[in-house]
């Protein structure tokens, strides 16, 4: 979405250059009475009432519509000038073209508790999916009065930003970026969401979404929380990580790995895997309410959830996730509205803030800005629809082990 940075492909939010200025020639000075050719071409374009563009092609052609040579140019140097975008919206392979994500700079992994006298604060910026899980889990275990929250929104620039109705509640800050840096030892790199902050500290506690998940899940089983859910529960990790290692790359990533591809044959590949994974998926949620045997909802549905509840509005149209709408899967659908059900969930979803986030600021892939209108499967009447799932096992041990045997190959 998203937000870029040059060091590091924003996966995010992409800031919109200014639009372009109008194209304007200047008008010329007068002409001398024995004018040559080419100042007759130009005194002509200064008198036409067209626009420049056609009455440029009209002096050189004779005709208004540019001739196939100027096509074939115009094409060459706008799918350059793509290239040279996507380049810097989302690093990929030299050789295959295919979307590779770079790690953070800061230490992947949370602490496993906060350190004496922290004083968290989360900031998450509502398009991104990443910082959704943060937003999620803290929703869900009711860590809100623990953990007070500061939403940026993607600034004109692309970085994430602050606004008087949007504010940094802990710093009045301008950018996220002023947040990093006024950690002692400065900050340069990414100044990605979601950001945990430790304001005792003045420290990024951590950047990486899954980690943030968890380190709430062990600050709300100390007793910080009110949701009286465990989404992380000891006995479900492993299971819990085996699903995470299939929906990360190929839904989670998948679909930014459709997005950002930059040849055919990489988001060829990263389609194929993508809707791979949702079918299996839709076999495994159609006998068992959620993704791990017997745990209930756990950390595994809170990751896949951020990324079906973009699905339809934008990965589908903008990042070309085209062979299927979610809608189409009935039983994957009806699950993203169980979660989306649950206490505080829906406040998390944003939808006229994602659509903003994706259509508006991901300028390589929708150059003209222009936002598609919501489709009706993601209104919130459509997503408050009866999910029919209460009588589901949330035990499928037998099928769980027979899905994620299938899914290994699909992965790869
Ligand atoms: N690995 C990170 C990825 C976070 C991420 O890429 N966030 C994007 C927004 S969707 C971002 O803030 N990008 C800003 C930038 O790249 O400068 C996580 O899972 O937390």
Known sequence: MSAVAAHRASPAMWSPQPPPPRLQLRRPAPIPHHSSRRGRGLSRIAASQEDPLTALTRVLWGRALPPSQLVLAVRHGWTSAWRLLMRQL?????????????????????????????????????????????????????LGPRL?????????????????????????SR?????????????????????????????????????????????????????????WPPEHRQEI?????????????????????????????????LFAALDMLEGHLSGSRYLCAGAGVTLADVCLFTTLIRFDLVYNPLFRCSRRKLVEYPSLH??????????????????????????????????????????????????????????LPSS?????????????SVVG
């Open 148 to 172: 007070p929250v500061s939403v940026a929104v993607p600034g004109d620039d692309g970085a994430w930003s602050f606004t008087p109705e949007s504010p940094d509640a802990l710093y009045g």
């Open 241 to 273: 990580d085996r699903w995470y290692g299939v929906i990360y790359p190929s839904v989670n990533n998948g679909v930014y790995r459709c997005g950002f591809a930059q040849s055919q044959a990489a988001y060829d590949a990263a389609a194929a895997e």
């Open 175 to 231: 950018r996220l970026r002023d947040v990093y840096a006024a950690r002692r030892g400065g900050f340069e790199g990414r100044a990605s969401v979601p950001m945990l902050w430790d304001a005792g500290r003045r420290e990024v506690v951590c950047n990486e979404s899954i980690e943030i998940a968890k380190f709430l899940c062990t600050l709300a089983a100390s007793g910080a929380g009110a949701g009286g859910l465990d989404l």
């Open 396 to 408: 499928a041990a037998a099928a769980d082990g027979r899905q994620l045997g299938a899914t290994a």
């Open 90 to 142: 989302a690093p990929s392979d030299p050789a295959t073209g295919a979307f590779t994500r770079t790690p953070s700079r800061f230490p992947s992994v949370a602490p496993p508790a906060p350190g004496p006298g922290a004083r968290l604060h989360l900031y998450v910026g509502l398009p991104c999916p990443w910082a959704h899980r943060a937003l999620l889990v803290r929703a869900l275990l009711g």
């Open 334 to 391: 009806a699950y993203m509205r169980e979660i989306y059900q649950l206490p505080g969930a829906a406040e998390t979803c944003d939808m006229a803030a994602i659509a903003d986030g994706y259509f508006g600021t991901l300028f390589p892939l929708n150059p003209g800005g222009i936002l598609p209108v919501v489709p009706a499967s993601c209104s919130r009447e459509a997503l408050m629809k009866p999910h029919g799932r209460e009588a």
